[in-house]
């Protein structure tokens, strides 16, 4: 695979600046990561949110060229860009059904098109406020993966993780670390309470920039290849 086909725009809308990109196609992968961001998400800050990605893909691929990989930045909503915009749960409604939508149609276009003809697995992570987005995406239509990841998320918009009809298992991380500044106690639960009843992660050391994803990689990555 040639270095001008490891970017993929899978959707873009203008007007708002909805947009989705991939690393690698994720037809075409074994292995697919939807990162779901939060607190100030937008055409400003693509760059930030793909270094992430890329960072994420070379840790967990065998080679650059490695296409059974893919991490796809999910931005298809109109993220809060102020701590004090995240107390409303207003942001995450219309992104709700496209996240759904998304999800359940990767494996469908995987089987008919992708190069393995069967669907990838599939870890949805969410970030601070893109918890909010996957809670009520995960309780009013289910979620078509195969695991879900709450980082840095001060709540689900659910009060427990029963509640996600969730295909696959549920994680946490501490909303103390990696999270992007949405309030804690407004949304519900945080997910990494007992009483949520989420499996926790916890995080390795201070990793380049502060990365999250690459801080908490020796938890995602058994969760991401199948192995935990």
């Not at 760059?47 to 650059?64: C, G, I, T």
């Not at 494996?107 to 870890?123: D, I, L, Q, S, Y």
């Not at 995960?138 to 709540?155: E, N, S």
Request: charged share 20%; glycine share 10%; aromatic share 8%.
């Amino acid at each position: 695979m040639s270095d001008d086909n490891r970017i993929l725009l899978l959707g873009f809308h203008p007007e708002d600046g909805r947009v989705i990109i991939a690393r690698n196609n994720p037809d075409n992968a074994r292995y697919v990561v939807v990162i779901v961001p939060g607190v100030g998400t937008g055409p400003l800050h693509l760059d930030r949110l793909m270094e992430q990605a890329e960072n994420l893909f070379r840790r967990l691929a065998v080679a650059p060229d490695d296409d059974d990989i893919s991490v796809v930045v999910w931005a298809d909503y109109v993220a809060p860009q102020t701590a004090a915009e995240a107390r409303d749960p207003a942001y995450a409604v219309p992104g709700v059904p496209r996240l759904a939508s998304f999800l359940a149609g990767l494996p469908v276009t995987a089987e008919a098109f992708g190069r393995h003809k069967k669907a990838a697995r599939v870890v949805v992570i969410a970030q601070g406020y893109g918890g909010l987005v996957a809670g009520f995406a995960g309780r009013d239509h289910g979620l078509t993966a195969d695991a879900l990841v709450f980082l840095g998320c001060p709540a689900a918009g659910v009060e427990t993780a029963e509640m996600l009809r969730a295909f696959g298992p549920v994680y946490a991380t501490s909303a103390d670390v990696g999270g992007d500044g949405t309030p804690t106690g407004v949304h519900g639960p945080r997910p990494d309470s007992p009483e949520f009843g989420a499996t926790l992660l916890r995080s390795g050391p201070l990793s380049f920039r502060s990365d999250p994803f690459v801080r908490y990689l020796p938890s995602l990555r058994p969760i991401i290849l199948g192995e935990a």
